[in-house]
C-alpha cells in the first residue's frame, strides 16, 4: 500500500511538472509575439523615400510553381568540328562513330560589310577554302564550316566566331584613348545581361553563380534595383541611352526606323578609344531587330549578329528544346565570344555589352540551367587575371512577365526588381574608399536603369565628371550617395511600375474597381477602333484589384538636416496625395489578361491612365493580323488560324 502510495505521488508531481513546464513554455513564447520586431528586415530598402517589402524566394504560397531541374545538357555530347583558339579541328574520331561517310570539310566566311549600310538581316558566305581533311587557323570574325560525304552531299553543318586585333579599330582607338586619357589609368566596361531573371529567382535558382561573385569577386547585390518599363527593349533604352524610348524620338510602331541615328553609351566609349562588342543570341528576338529594324551598319567593333543569323538559319543543328547547337549549349557560344574579347583586351580599355535572352526568357525554372554556365563564365574570367581593369555590371532586365506565377502577389512584385550585381576592381576600392562605401550604401536604395547609365558615364569621365550637375537628373551615378529620401517620381519610375508603396487589396466587386475596369477596355478598345481585323472586347472577369498608396513617411517628411556626421529628418502633417489602383483584369474574346495602373489626385477628385499598361499572359498567334508590339497586346483578331 505505501509502495503504491509513493508510485501515485511521484506520478502527480510529474504531472504537475509536465503542466507547469508546458505553461511557462507557453507563457514564453507568447511574451516573444508580444515583443517589437525588428521591421527591417522585412524590407529591401528601408528610406524616408522609398519602403520595398522583402519577399521570402521560397514561400509556402509560390512552391508549386518551382519544380526542380536536373543539370542542363545538350542532346550531343561531342562536336564533329570544334574550336581551340583561333583553330578549327575536326574530331575524326567521332565522325567516323557518328557519320562514317564525312571525308572531308570547307569553311566560308560569314560577311558582313562595315562602313556601308545594309538591312539588318544581311550577310553573305564569302571566301570559301579549300578542302580539307586538317586543323584549320581562322583569321576572320566568323565562318560556317560545312562537311561533305564522298557524293559531295552536306553530311555537318556548323558555325563559329573568333576574336582577332583589327588593324583600324586598334588605330583608332590609340589614337583617341592617347588625346582623352592623358596616360592615366582607365576602367573598363563589361556588362552581362540575362533576360527574364528576378532577384529572388536568382537567389533560388542560381546560387552558385550568387556564391562565386559573393566569395570571389566581392559582388555587391543591389536589393532597391527597380525597373522603368514593361519589356527589355523599354528597359534596356534607358540603361543604354539615358532616355525613354519616346525621348530619342522614336515612334515605336515604325519597323523601319533604324538605331544607327541614336547615341548609345558603348558609341561614348568607343569615341574616347575603348574597344566595343555587342552580342546577343536568339536573332530574331534580340533588343533592336524584333519587329524593328535593326542598325544599318554593325554598331560596335566586334558584332556577332550574322553569327546568330547563320545559327538560327541552319534548323538541323539545333537540338534540347532549341537551346544547343550540336553539343554546345546557345548560351555558352556568346559567353565564350565576349570572354574571348576581355582576355584579349584585359589590359587595354574596352566596353562589353552581352544579352542572352533564349534560355530563361519563357521558363521561371530555366534559370537553374543558367547557373552553371554563368559561374563558368565568371570563374574561367577571374582565373585568367581578365577583370583587373574592369568593372563589371552582370543584371537582368525585369522578372518573368508571363505566366501563372506572374498573377500571384509575389510574381507582381518580383517582376518588377530584376537583379544587378556591381563588381569593382581591388585596386579601384582601395585608391577610391570613398566611391566604394557609397557603391555599398547605394545597394539598399532605390536605383533604376537611369542609374546604370549615369554610372558608365561618370566612369567615362571619371577625372572630369560633375557631380554638382548630376545631382538634378532622374539618373544618378552610384559613385555617389543616392538620397534616402529618393521616391519612384524622382527617379523617373512610373507608379505602374513602382515597388516602393503600401498596398491593400480590395475585393473584385468594388464599385471603384468596376467603375476603372470599364474605363480601362473602353481605352483599349480605342486604340484599336480604327483597325477591323480585331474584335471588340469586353471584361471576363476582374481578376485582383490592389490600392497603393505612398507610405506616411513620405507624406509627413519635411526636411532631413545634418550636423556633422548625424543627420535627423522632421516631419510635418500629411499632405494630399495620389491614390493609384492597380487592377488586373480578363477579357473576351481571347482570354487576354491585363495589368494597369489608375491614379486618383486626392487634390483634384480625379482619375488618370498613369500612361502604361501590361498583358500579362502571352498573345502568341492572336495577334498574327496587326503589327506594332502595343497594337499585338490588345488586339485578337476576328479571324484565328
Not at 536536373?70 to 557518328?98: G, L, M, P
Request: hydrophobic share 35%; with cysteine.
Amino acid at each position: 500500500m505505501k509502495l503504491f502510495l509513493r508510485v501515485l505521488s511521484v506520478a502527480v508531481l510529474a504531472v504537475i511538472f509536465v503542466g507547469f513546464t508546458r505553461i511557462q513554455n507557453t507563457f514564453m513564447f507568447e511574451r516573444q509575439l508580444l515583443q517589437p520586431r525588428n521591421t527591417t528586415s522585412l524590407l529591401l530598402v528601408n528610406t524616408a523615400g522609398c519602403k520595398i517589402m522583402k519577399l521570402d524566394p521560397f514561400d509556402m504560397s509560390i512552391r508549386s510553381f518551382f519544380p526542380t531541374h536536373s543539370v542542363f545538357t545538350c542532346r550531343e555530347n561531342e562536336d564533329i568540328v570544334y574550336v581551340k583558339h583561333n583553330t578549327i579541328f575536326i574530331n575524326w574520331n567521332f565522325a567516323q562513330d557518328r557519320n562514317p561517310t564525312l571525308k572531308y570539310c570547307k569553311y566560308d566566311v560569314i560577311w558582313r560589310p562595315i562602313n556601308t549600310n545594309t538591312d539588318h538581316n544581311f550577310f553573305r558566305f564569302i571566301n570559301e577554302s579549300k578542302p580539307f581533311t586538317d586543323n584549320q587557323t581562322i583569321h576572320d570574325d566568323f565562318i560556317r564550316v560545312r562537311c561533305f560525304d564522298n557524293y559531295n552531299h552536306v553530311v555537318y553543318r556548323n558555325a563559329f566566331s573568333f576574336v582577332h586585333l583589327k588593324k583600324k579599330a586598334e588605330r583608332r582607338c590609340i589614337e583617341n584613348f592617347k588625346k582623352h586619357s592623358h596616360n592615366r589609368r582607365h576602367l573598363s566596361i563589361l556588362m552581362i545581361g540575362v533576360d527574364s531573371i528576378s532577384r529572388n529567382n536568382m537567389i533560388r535558382y542560381m546560387p552558385k553563380t550568387r556564391h562565386f561573385l559573393y566569395k570571389n569577386l566581392s559582388a555587391l547585390d543591389y536589393l532597391g534595383y527597380n525597373k522603368v518599363a514593361d519589356n527589355t527593349f523599354l528597359n534596356m533604352v534607358p540603361m543604354t541611352t539615358g532616355k525613354f524610348v519616346h525621348e530619342l524620338p522614336l515612334n515605336t510602331s515604325l519597323t523601319d526606323v533604324s538605331f544607327d541615328q541614336f547615341d548609345f553609351i558603348w558609341n561614348k566609349f568607343s569615341e574616347k578609344g575603348y574597344r566595343t562588342l555587342y552580342s546577343e543570341d536568339a536573332s530574331y528576338g534580340q533588343i533592336f531587330d524584333y519587329e524593328k529594324a535593326g542598325f544599318k551598319k554593325p554598331t560596335a567593333d566586334y558584332f556577332d549578329r550574322p553569327l546568330s543569323l547563320v545559327l538560327e538559319d541552319m534548323h538541323d543543328i539545333w537540338n534540347t528544346n532549341h537551346h544547343c547547337v550540336h553539343a554546345r549549349l546557345e548560351t555558352d557560344i556568346y559567353l565564350e565570344y565576349t570572354r574571348r574579347f576581355v582576355q584579349k583586351f584585359k589590359t587595354s580599355p574596352y566596353f562589353s555589352f552581352t544579352f542572352i535572352s533564349r534560355l530563361t526568357h519563357d521558363e521561371l525554372s530555366n534559370a537553374k540551367k543558367a547557373d552553371d554556365l554563368y559561374y563558368r563564365f565568371f570563374k574561367s574570367l577571374s582565373e585568367e587575371s581578365s577583370l583587373n581593369n574592369t568593372i563589371i555590371f552582370f543584371y537582368s532586365d525585369h522578372g518573368i512577365r508571363f505566366g501563372q506565377f506572374r498573377q500571384t502577389f509575389i510574381g507582381k512584385i518580383k517582376e518588377r526588381l530584376p537583379f544587378l550585381f556591381i563588381i569593382l576592381p581591388q585596386w579601384f576600392k582601395v585608391k577610391y574608399p570613398e566611391i566604394y562605401t557609397n557603391c555599398k550604401t547605394n545597394q539598399q536604395r532605390l536605383i533604376s536603369p537611369f542609374d546604370i547609365f549615369e554610372t558608365m558615364t561618370h566612369i567615362l569621365n571619371f577625372y572630369t565628371y560633375n557631380i554638382k550637375n548630376s545631382k538634378m537628373r532622374r539618373g544618378l551615378s552610384l559613385f555617389n550617395a543616392i538620397p534616402q529620401t529618393r521616391r519612384c517620381e524622382d527617379a523617373n519610375i512610373l507608379p505602374h511600375w513602382c515597388t516602393c508603396s503600401k498596398q491593400h487589396v480590395l475585393s473584385t466587386g468594388d464599385q471603384t474597381v468596376r467603375k476603372i475596369a470599364r474605363h480601362f477596355i473602353q481605352i483599349l478598345n480605342s486604340k484599336i477602333a480604327s483597325f477591323k481585323q480585331c474584335e471588340t472586347l469586353f471584361i471576363k472577369r476582374v481578376i485582383s484589384a490592389t490600392k497603393i498608396i505612398p507610405t506616411d513617411v513620405v507624406l509627413k517628411y519635411v526636411n532631413t538636416s545634418h550636423v556633422g556626421e548625424k543627420s535627423s529628418i522632421l516631419y510635418g502633417h500629411r499632405v494630399s496625395t495620389y491614390i493609384d489602383y492597380q487592377i488586373s483584369l480578363q477579357t473576351v474574346p481571347g482570354d487576354a489578361m491585363f495589368e494597369f495602373t489608375v491614379r486618383y489626385d486626392e487634390s483634384e477628385s480625379n482619375f488618370n491612365m498613369t500612361g502604361d499598361f501590361s498583358r500579362i499572359n502571352l498573345y502568341n498567334r492572336t495577334s498574327y493580323c496587326i503589327s506594332g508590339i502595343e497594337l499585338k497586346k490588345i488586339c485578337y483578331c476576328k479571324v484565328q488560324t
